[in-house]
């Protein structure tokens, strides 16, 4: 086999086994270093595009999953005991504020405040009576008919009735409230999310019986690692919220100041338009643009690299203007730029079209096989 059949064969990376990398670098190398052996073809003259090795920080898309929060939601909850007599809504429906959500049984509550708006009109009449005794008790002793040990005793009676009238007519107003209390309104027009209870069963103070929020105020909160947002604001521009395939400018961008110590994460919060159609929990996504950092980083075209299996490299133009195929270690890729991890430093001259630098290294001339 010639030298330049030695060297397509190589270049071409069809080494196989376990020790495959290596020998494909190492393969690699020995084509070029045949290539200058003697009686090996001379290279041709052949112009290659070089570009110099830059760093740079370059922008890329990160996408955060996310979930759907109202910002606006209440849980109505029961605040006396009692038997749900009716239920309005279902799980869905669209409410007014002020609407009646459900009733639950208030006949107890009624009679008791029944009872005790009797028991004020019994200490009133009781109070009117302590009224005239006083007023005739002072009369006698203006004429010095009775003690004044009387007159005070009387004095005493009438205190204490006032007093039971006010103790009572308190007593009826909290029984009064609590009738009150056994009818559940929304409390902002909104959409009922959730529902905890069904006609008949028992309602008991502190139970939670449906839930209601506002389809005009939600949010989508991620979790984002705190080394991609590096502290650095993000506006609402940058972010867009992706609903159902659908992309969704938010009005509105936060990032909570604090780093979760298990996660080491940040949440990160977006405020939906009015209009938007979601619902609370459902699943959403955050998209935006990582603007890399302060650092910059070696970055080269996508189409500058060779693959051979689980091998990268690159060609540079070495000493006496001849290519060099050099392993190196990629990051990220970002659209048509990938990030070099190892193997190339900035200023480098590197070879762009690594198909021309194959064929300039085999003797192949620049226009064959197009």
């Not at 006083?134 to 010095?144: E, F, N, P």
């Not at 959409?191 to 005009?216: F, I």
């Not at 972010?239 to 969704?248: N, S, Y």
Request: proline letters at 7%; glycine letters at 10%.
């Amino acid at each position: 086999m010639n030298h330049s059949n030695q060297v397509i064969a190589l270049a071409r990376g069809r080494l196989l086994g376990p020790a495959g990398r290596r020998l494909r670098m190492a393969g690699l190398a020995c084509a070029l270093a045949l290539l200058g052996a003697p009686g090996g073809a001379a290279t041709p003259a052949v112009r290659l595009p070089v570009a110099p090795v830059q760093a740079e920080a370059l922008a890329s898309t990160r996408t955060d999953d996310g979930q759907v929060q109202a910002l606006r939601q209440a849980t109505v909850a029961a605040q006396v005991a009692g038997t749900v007599l009716e239920l309005n809504v279902r799980a869905g429906d669209a409410v007014r504020a002020g609407q009646v959500l459900l009733r639950i049984d208030a006949r107890a509550a009624e009679q008791g405040a029944a009872a005790s708006t009797a028991q004020v009109a019994a200490a009133q009449a009781a109070l009117d009576a302590a009224t005239s005794e006083l007023a005739r008790k002072r009369q006698l002793a203006d004429k010095k008919y009775i003690s004044q040990g009387a007159l005070e005793q009387a004095e005493s009676q009438y205190r204490s009735a006032q007093a039971q009238v006010r103790a009572l007519a308190a007593q009826a107003g909290a029984a009064r409230t609590q009738t009150g209390l056994h009818v559940l309104r929304a409390p902002f027009d909104g959409v009922v999310a959730q529902l905890g209870v069904e006609r008949g069963d028992m309602a008991m103070p502190g139970r939670p019986l449906l839930t209601v929020y506002d389809p005009a105020a939600l949010r989508v909160a991620a979790d984002v690692p705190a080394s991609a947002l590096r502290g650095q604001p993000l506006r609402p521009g940058a972010v867009r919220v992706l609903l159902a395939g659908a992309a969704v400018a938010p009005v509105r961008v936060q990032i909570l100041p604090t780093v979760d110590p298990q996660t080491l994460t940040q949440t990160v919060r977006a405020d939906l338009p009015p209009a938007t159609q979601a619902v609370p929990g459902q699943f959403a996504r955050l998209q935006w643009t990582d603007g890399g950092g302060a650092t910059p980083r070696i970055h080269i075209p996508v189409s500058a690299v060779v693959r051979r299996a689980d091998v990268a490299a690159v060609y540079v133009m070495g000493e006496g203007q001849q290519p060099q195929l050099r392993q190196v270690r990629l990051g990220p890729v970002h659209g048509e730029r990938v990030e070099v991890l190892a193997g190339l430093d900035a200023g480098e001259p590197l070879i762009t079209d690594p198909q021309a630098a194959t064929r300039a290294v085999a003797g192949t001339p620049a226009g064959a096989g197009r």
